[in-house]
């Protein structure tokens, strides 16, 4: 069976890298009803996910 741990952490790790990458070097971007940044909070909580998921992934294997 395939395990889909390693490509979704992957994934997730290299979308939230470029979130938070997006909002350190333009935080100027904001969700227009809002002062948070949402792009820095969404992108490390994916980035957290992604690597418990290749953290997963990798202890398996």
Same mark, same amino acid.
């Given at each position: 069976?395939?395990?889909? #741990?390693? =490509? ?6 290299? /979308? ?6 997006? !909002? ?5 971007? #904001?969700? =227009? ?6 792009? /820095? ?6 980035? !957290? ?13």
């Amino acid at each position: 069976m395939y395990d889909l #741990r390693l =490509p979704s952490g992957l994934f997730f790790t290299l /979308l939230g890298l470029i979130l938070c990458l997006t !909002a350190l070097a333009a935080p100027h971007y #904001r969700a =227009p009803l809002t002062e948070a940044n949402v792009n /820095l909070y969404a992108g490390a909580g994916m980035l !957290a996910f992604g690597g418990v998921m290749l953290w997963l992934g990798l202890r398996r294997s």
